[in-house]
Protein backbone atom coordinates (compact mmCIF):
# COMPACT_ATOMS: atom_id res chain seq x y z
CA UNK A 1 0.00 0.00 0.00
CA UNK A 2 1.54 3.75 -1.12
CA UNK A 3 1.81 6.08 2.09
CA UNK A 4 2.85 9.45 2.18
CA UNK A 5 6.53 9.75 2.29
CA UNK A 6 7.50 9.88 6.59
CA UNK A 7 9.18 13.33 7.22
CA UNK A 8 12.98 13.04 9.19
CA UNK A 9 15.36 14.72 10.40
CA UNK A 10 19.36 13.86 10.07
CA UNK A 11 21.44 13.31 13.10
CA UNK A 12 25.46 13.43 11.68
CA UNK A 13 28.11 12.78 13.64
CA UNK A 14 31.90 14.19 12.64
CA UNK A 15 34.58 12.21 12.16
CA UNK A 16 37.34 13.68 9.14
CA UNK A 17 37.76 11.17 6.61
CA UNK A 18 35.50 8.79 8.34
CA UNK A 19 32.85 11.51 7.29
CA UNK A 20 32.78 9.82 3.38
CA UNK A 21 30.84 6.69 5.65
CA UNK A 22 28.25 9.33 6.64
CA UNK A 23 28.13 9.97 2.14
CA UNK A 24 27.31 7.16 1.32
CA UNK A 25 24.52 6.63 4.14
CA UNK A 26 23.02 9.79 2.23
CA UNK A 27 23.43 8.96 -0.84
CA UNK A 28 21.18 5.86 0.22
CA UNK A 29 18.39 8.11 1.99
CA UNK A 30 18.36 10.41 -0.70
CA UNK A 31 16.98 7.15 -3.48
CA UNK A 32 14.73 6.55 -0.79
CA UNK A 33 11.29 7.79 -1.80
CA UNK A 34 9.39 6.85 1.89
CA UNK A 35 11.68 9.67 3.38
CA UNK A 36 11.23 13.26 3.11
CA UNK A 37 14.14 15.37 4.64
CA UNK A 38 12.81 18.26 6.66
CA UNK A 39 16.18 19.27 9.07
CA UNK A 40 19.90 18.27 9.45
CA UNK A 41 21.75 19.28 12.49
CA UNK A 42 25.45 18.02 11.92
CA UNK A 43 29.05 18.23 13.43
CA UNK A 44 32.70 18.75 11.78
CA UNK A 45 32.36 16.33 8.31
CA UNK A 46 28.47 15.69 9.07
CA UNK A 47 28.24 19.68 8.69
CA UNK A 48 29.74 19.90 5.29
CA UNK A 49 28.10 16.88 4.81
CA UNK A 50 24.63 18.36 5.46
CA UNK A 51 25.42 21.66 4.15
CA UNK A 52 26.56 20.22 0.68
CA UNK A 53 23.58 18.14 0.69
CA UNK A 54 21.34 20.92 1.15
CA UNK A 55 22.77 23.50 -1.19
CA UNK A 56 22.87 20.51 -4.24
CA UNK A 57 19.59 19.77 -3.18
CA UNK A 58 18.11 23.38 -3.34
CA UNK A 59 19.63 23.78 -6.70
CA UNK A 60 18.56 20.23 -8.51
CA UNK A 61 16.45 18.32 -5.84
CA UNK A 62 17.84 14.37 -5.13
CA UNK A 63 20.16 14.17 -8.27
CA UNK A 64 21.81 17.36 -7.32
CA UNK A 65 22.35 16.25 -3.83
CA UNK A 66 23.91 13.27 -4.87
CA UNK A 67 26.25 14.65 -7.53
CA UNK A 68 27.17 17.52 -5.03
CA UNK A 69 28.42 15.33 -2.16
CA UNK A 70 31.01 13.38 -4.63
CA UNK A 71 31.91 16.62 -6.07
CA UNK A 72 32.76 17.67 -2.19
CA UNK A 73 34.53 14.10 -1.41
CA UNK A 74 36.57 13.73 -4.86
CA UNK A 75 37.81 17.87 -4.13
CA UNK A 76 38.95 16.72 -0.56
CA UNK A 77 40.55 13.54 -1.95
CA UNK A 78 42.31 15.95 -4.79
CA UNK A 79 43.75 18.51 -2.13
CA UNK A 80 45.40 15.67 -0.49
CA UNK A 81 47.18 13.95 -3.82
CA UNK A 82 50.44 15.90 -2.15
CA UNK A 83 49.42 15.59 1.61
CA UNK A 84 52.49 14.16 3.88
CA UNK A 85 49.74 12.38 5.70
CA UNK A 86 49.99 8.67 3.44
CA UNK A 87 49.92 5.22 4.47
CA UNK A 88 53.33 3.24 4.94
CA UNK A 89 54.31 0.45 2.05
CA UNK A 90 54.29 -2.11 4.12
CA UNK A 91 49.81 -0.69 5.60
CA UNK A 92 49.52 -0.16 1.07
CA UNK A 93 50.55 -3.75 0.82
CA UNK A 94 48.45 -5.22 3.45
CA UNK A 95 44.96 -3.40 3.00
CA UNK A 96 45.58 -1.34 6.13
CA UNK A 97 43.82 2.16 5.97
CA UNK A 98 45.73 2.94 9.01
CA UNK A 99 48.28 5.74 9.30
CA UNK A 100 49.75 4.78 12.70
CA UNK A 101 52.77 3.83 10.71
CA UNK A 102 53.53 7.01 8.32
CA UNK A 103 56.28 8.78 9.78
CA UNK A 104 55.06 11.80 9.04
CA UNK A 105 51.68 11.22 10.53
CA UNK A 106 54.30 10.34 13.31
CA UNK A 107 56.12 13.31 13.42
CA UNK A 108 53.45 15.27 13.55
CA UNK A 109 51.89 13.76 16.21
CA UNK A 110 54.57 13.86 18.47
CA UNK A 111 55.10 17.91 17.29
CA UNK A 112 51.67 18.79 18.35
CA UNK A 113 52.12 17.71 21.88
CA UNK A 114 55.03 20.53 21.73
CA UNK A 115 54.03 22.98 19.50
CA UNK A 116 50.49 24.40 18.70
CA UNK A 117 48.65 25.25 15.48
CA UNK A 118 50.00 28.94 15.92
CA UNK A 119 53.38 28.14 15.88
CA UNK A 120 53.28 25.04 12.86
CA UNK A 121 50.94 27.04 10.94
CA UNK A 122 51.00 30.65 11.96
CA UNK A 123 48.95 31.52 8.67
CA UNK A 124 46.31 29.75 9.58
CA UNK A 125 45.25 27.84 6.12
CA UNK A 126 43.18 25.87 5.79
CA UNK A 127 42.57 23.86 2.32
CA UNK A 128 38.86 23.07 3.08
CA UNK A 129 38.61 26.44 2.63
CA UNK A 130 38.56 26.89 -0.81
CA UNK A 131 36.30 23.82 -1.33
CA UNK A 132 33.99 24.76 0.84
CA UNK A 133 33.46 28.06 -0.99
CA UNK A 134 33.88 26.50 -4.43
CA UNK A 135 31.17 23.06 -3.66
CA UNK A 136 28.71 25.21 -1.33
CA UNK A 137 26.28 28.37 -2.25
CA UNK A 138 25.77 29.98 0.88
CA UNK A 139 23.80 32.50 -0.37
CA UNK A 140 21.22 29.46 -1.26
CA UNK A 141 21.66 27.90 1.94
CA UNK A 142 19.98 30.87 3.58
CA UNK A 143 16.63 30.13 1.79
CA UNK A 144 16.84 26.42 1.47
CA UNK A 145 13.90 24.42 2.01
CA UNK A 146 15.84 22.22 4.03
CA UNK A 147 16.33 23.09 7.85
CA UNK A 148 20.39 23.30 8.99
CA UNK A 149 21.98 23.33 12.07
CA UNK A 150 26.10 23.65 12.86
CA UNK A 151 26.93 23.33 16.16
CA UNK A 152 30.70 25.06 16.98
CA UNK A 153 32.39 24.95 20.36
CA UNK A 154 32.81 28.31 22.14
CA UNK A 155 36.49 28.60 22.90
CA UNK A 156 35.63 31.02 25.89
CA UNK A 157 32.56 29.82 27.62
CA UNK A 158 32.82 26.31 26.49
CA UNK A 159 29.78 26.22 25.44
CA UNK A 160 28.25 25.47 22.12
CA UNK A 161 26.80 27.53 19.69
CA UNK A 162 24.05 26.31 16.60
CA UNK A 163 24.43 28.18 13.59
CA UNK A 164 20.90 28.21 11.36
CA UNK A 165 20.45 28.52 7.73
CA UNK A 166 21.08 32.45 7.46
CA UNK A 167 24.15 31.91 9.38
CA UNK A 168 26.07 29.89 7.45
CA UNK A 169 29.56 30.66 6.00
CA UNK A 170 32.56 28.91 5.18
CA UNK A 171 33.56 29.73 8.66
CA UNK A 172 30.67 28.91 10.16
CA UNK A 173 31.91 25.02 8.64
CA UNK A 174 35.37 24.99 9.66
CA UNK A 175 35.11 26.46 13.03
CA UNK A 176 32.76 23.32 13.31
CA UNK A 177 35.56 21.19 12.56
CA UNK A 178 38.71 23.16 14.51
CA UNK A 179 40.29 20.55 15.97
CA UNK A 180 42.43 22.60 18.57
CA UNK A 181 45.67 20.54 18.17
CA UNK A 182 45.87 20.94 13.93
CA UNK A 183 44.19 24.51 13.34
CA UNK A 184 43.48 27.67 15.16
CA UNK A 185 40.49 28.87 16.45
CA UNK A 186 38.24 29.99 14.10
CA UNK A 187 37.37 33.83 14.77
CA UNK A 188 33.21 34.06 14.00
CA UNK A 189 31.47 37.36 15.72
CA UNK A 190 34.37 38.41 17.88
CA UNK A 191 34.51 35.11 19.69
CA UNK A 192 37.01 32.02 18.75
CA UNK A 193 35.25 28.72 17.60
CA UNK A 194 36.51 24.84 18.60
CA UNK A 195 35.24 21.44 16.77
CA UNK A 196 31.30 21.55 17.87
CA UNK A 197 32.17 18.06 18.48
CA UNK A 198 32.88 19.09 22.37
CA UNK A 199 29.64 20.51 22.74
CA UNK A 200 27.06 18.50 20.43
CA UNK A 201 28.26 15.44 18.23
CA UNK A 202 25.52 16.78 16.38
CA UNK A 203 23.12 18.76 18.58
CA UNK A 204 19.99 16.76 18.45
CA UNK A 205 17.55 19.56 20.48
CA UNK A 206 16.69 22.03 17.74
CA UNK A 207 15.43 19.07 15.33
CA UNK A 208 12.85 18.42 18.18
CA UNK A 209 12.19 21.98 19.37
CA UNK A 210 12.37 23.72 16.12
CA UNK A 211 10.81 20.91 13.11
CA UNK A 212 7.81 19.11 12.35
CA UNK A 213 8.91 15.90 11.90
CA UNK A 214 9.06 13.52 15.02
CA UNK A 215 11.28 11.10 13.80
CA UNK A 216 15.18 11.88 13.67
CA UNK A 217 18.02 9.30 12.38
CA UNK A 218 21.53 9.02 14.09
CA UNK A 219 24.47 8.46 11.71
CA UNK A 220 26.98 7.57 14.07
CA UNK A 221 30.40 7.37 13.01
CA UNK A 222 32.51 7.56 16.19
CA UNK A 223 32.24 3.95 17.54
CA UNK A 224 30.31 3.84 21.08
CA UNK A 225 31.66 0.30 22.22
CA UNK A 226 35.04 -0.96 22.04
CA UNK A 227 35.72 -4.73 23.27
CA UNK A 228 38.60 -4.76 25.81
CA UNK A 229 41.39 -1.73 27.49
CA UNK A 230 43.41 0.30 25.27
CA UNK A 231 47.33 -0.58 26.34
CA UNK A 232 49.58 1.45 23.63
CA UNK A 233 49.91 5.14 23.53
CA UNK A 234 48.13 5.42 20.45
CA UNK A 235 44.86 3.16 21.67
CA UNK A 236 44.47 5.31 24.59
CA UNK A 237 44.19 8.59 22.70
CA UNK A 238 42.32 6.77 19.94
CA UNK A 239 40.04 5.86 22.59
CA UNK A 240 40.18 8.78 24.93
CA UNK A 241 38.58 11.19 21.62
CA UNK A 242 35.88 8.39 21.23
CA UNK A 243 34.73 8.84 24.44
CA UNK A 244 35.13 12.65 24.90
CA UNK A 245 33.24 13.14 21.37
CA UNK A 246 30.62 10.54 22.02
CA UNK A 247 29.58 12.25 25.79
CA UNK A 248 27.68 14.66 24.59
CA UNK A 249 25.86 12.69 22.23
CA UNK A 250 24.75 10.04 25.23
CA UNK A 251 23.78 12.84 28.04
CA UNK A 252 21.73 14.45 24.80
CA UNK A 253 19.93 10.87 24.16
CA UNK A 254 19.58 10.57 27.65
CA UNK A 255 17.75 14.06 28.63
CA UNK A 256 15.47 13.25 25.97
CA UNK A 257 14.82 9.63 26.85
CA UNK A 258 14.04 11.12 30.66
CA UNK A 259 11.78 14.18 28.96
CA UNK A 260 9.74 11.38 27.02
CA UNK A 261 9.19 10.08 29.99
CA UNK A 262 8.23 13.26 32.17
CA UNK A 263 6.57 15.43 30.13
CA UNK A 264 2.77 15.94 29.34
CA UNK A 265 1.70 14.51 26.22
CA UNK A 266 -1.73 17.06 26.20
CA UNK A 267 0.32 20.30 25.54
CA UNK A 268 2.69 20.90 22.34
CA UNK A 269 5.54 21.10 24.15
CA UNK A 270 5.48 17.87 25.89
CA UNK A 271 4.10 16.50 23.16
CA UNK A 272 7.35 16.87 21.06
CA UNK A 273 9.32 15.10 23.38
CA UNK A 274 7.09 12.48 24.24
CA UNK A 275 6.50 11.38 20.19
CA UNK A 276 9.85 12.04 19.43
CA UNK A 277 11.09 8.68 17.87
CA UNK A 278 14.87 7.87 17.35
CA UNK A 279 16.51 5.60 14.81
CA UNK A 280 20.34 5.00 14.30
CA UNK A 281 22.63 3.93 11.46
CA UNK A 282 25.97 2.61 12.14
CA UNK A 283 28.57 0.37 10.91
CA UNK A 284 30.84 -2.36 12.68
CA UNK A 285 33.63 -1.31 10.32
CA UNK A 286 33.78 2.19 12.11
CA UNK A 287 35.22 0.55 15.29
CA UNK A 288 37.78 -1.04 13.60
CA UNK A 289 39.43 1.99 12.04
CA UNK A 290 41.73 4.01 14.27
CA UNK A 291 41.59 7.96 14.58
CA UNK A 292 44.66 8.22 12.42
CA UNK A 293 42.69 7.06 9.33
CA UNK A 294 40.42 9.96 9.73
CA UNK A 295 43.21 12.06 8.17
CA UNK A 296 43.40 9.30 5.06
CA UNK A 297 41.56 10.77 2.64
CA UNK A 298 42.70 8.57 -0.61
CA UNK A 299 39.40 8.07 -3.21
CA UNK A 300 39.57 4.49 -2.44
CA UNK A 301 39.53 4.88 1.20
CA UNK A 302 36.98 7.15 0.94
CA UNK A 303 34.90 5.41 -1.77
CA UNK A 304 35.49 2.41 0.37
CA UNK A 305 33.61 4.28 3.22
CA UNK A 306 31.09 5.65 0.91
CA UNK A 307 30.18 1.52 -0.30
CA UNK A 308 29.77 0.53 3.74
CA UNK A 309 27.56 3.38 4.54
CA UNK A 310 25.27 2.63 1.59
CA UNK A 311 25.22 -1.00 2.49
CA UNK A 312 24.25 -0.08 5.90
CA UNK A 313 21.72 2.35 5.25
CA UNK A 314 20.34 -0.09 3.10
CA UNK A 315 20.27 -2.69 5.80
CA UNK A 316 18.33 -0.15 8.48
CA UNK A 317 15.94 0.31 5.77
CA UNK A 318 15.38 -3.19 4.88
CA UNK A 319 15.12 -3.94 8.86
CA UNK A 320 13.07 -0.70 10.44
CA UNK A 321 11.85 1.01 6.86
CA UNK A 322 8.47 -0.12 8.09
CA UNK A 323 8.91 1.12 11.59
CA UNK A 324 9.37 5.20 10.47
CA UNK A 325 6.52 7.64 11.37
CA UNK A 326 5.79 4.52 13.87
CA UNK A 327 8.44 3.81 16.66
CA UNK A 328 11.58 4.54 17.53
CA UNK A 329 14.17 1.71 16.59
CA UNK A 330 16.48 2.90 18.96
CA UNK A 331 15.81 1.67 22.80
CA UNK A 332 16.27 5.06 24.42
CA UNK A 333 15.93 3.73 27.62
CA UNK A 334 19.20 1.89 27.35
CA UNK A 335 20.27 5.88 28.37
CA UNK A 336 18.30 5.96 31.41
CA UNK A 337 20.81 4.12 34.36
CA UNK A 338 22.90 5.92 37.18
CA UNK A 339 24.62 8.80 37.15
Given at each position: ?13 G?G ?26 T ?42 R ?17 M ?185 G ?38 T ?10
Amino acid sequence: MNRDPVLVDLALQGGGAHGAFTWGVLDRLLDEPRLKIEGISGTSAGAMNAAVLVDGFTERGVEGAKARLEEFWRAVSDAATFSPFRRSPLDVLAGRWTLDNSPMFITLDLMARVFSPYDLNPRGSNPLSDILSTCIDFERLANAPIRLFVTATNVRTGRGRVFRNGELTPDVLLASACLPAMFQAVEIDGEAYWDGGFSGNPTITPLVQECDSTDTILVQVNPVERPGTPRSAREIVNRVNEVSFNATLQKELRMIALLRKVTDPGNAEGARWANMRMHRIASDLMSELGYSSKLNAEWEFLTMLRDEGRRAAESFLDAHGADLGVRSTLDLDHFIGPV
